[in-house]
């Protein structure tokens, strides 16, 4: 028992410093958005900001995934999955089960994505004209993690009839 806290402690401080990166691409794409104003007031041009702004803003959409499910930000049907009662269990894992496989296979798919674009040299169109791979990194990393997260939430709840999904206050009084 003492192996699955451990391992428990370790996901949710890997989904906990995913977000803390999303964070830091949020905060980058205000030192972006903010350094091409004040660079308009002056009559100047940043080359390639807006380009990378859309990278930090891919970067922060897909590492913010895993914290932002374990902590109820994601959209549920937690009306439905109440009004099922015992049956409550089986939709849970259900529906665990689907998101694994569905998350997995995106993760799959971004990866290979990601390689293939450093295979052939992809560079972007913009123009920053950078390897595109570079920020298609961040999303892949996002992909995997948000897989690892909900296959983690399937067998939590498997084992444990719950799974690792922190209640929001609208959860917390439907119970």
Not at 43 to 53: C, L, N, R, S, Y
Not at 67 to 92: C, D, F, P, Q, T
Not at 108 to 130: C, H, M, P
Request: a neutral charge; proline letters at 3%.
């Amino acid at each position: 028992m003492a192996t699955f806290g451990i391992l428990r402690s370790a996901l949710d401080g890997l989904y906990r410093y995913a977000g803390y990166l999303a964070a830091v691409f949020l905060v980058l794409i205000l030192c972006f958005v903010s350094m091409q104003m004040i660079a308009r007031w002056i009559g100047e041009i940043v080359t390639g900001a807006p380009d990378i702004t859309g990278y930090c803003m891919a970067a922060a959409s897909f590492l913010a995934m895993p914290y932002a499910l374990n902590n109820g930000s994601h959209i549920r049907v937690n009306l439905l999955l109440n009004a099922l009662g015992g049956k409550r269990w089986w939709a849970e894992v259900w529906c665990w089960a689907i998101a694994s496989y569905l998350t997995f296979l995106f993760a799959r798919y971004a990866v290979k994505l990601t390689y293939e674009s450093y295979r052939f040299n992809d560079i972007s169109q913009g123009q920053d004209a950078w390897p595109i791979w570079i920020p298609q990194v961040a999303m892949a990393v996002g992909t995997v993690l948000l897989a690892i997260c909900a296959l983690d939430n399937l067998i939590t709840t498997l084992f444990t009839g719950k799974d690792n999904i922190k209640p929001t206050v609208v959860d917390v009084s439907a119970e």
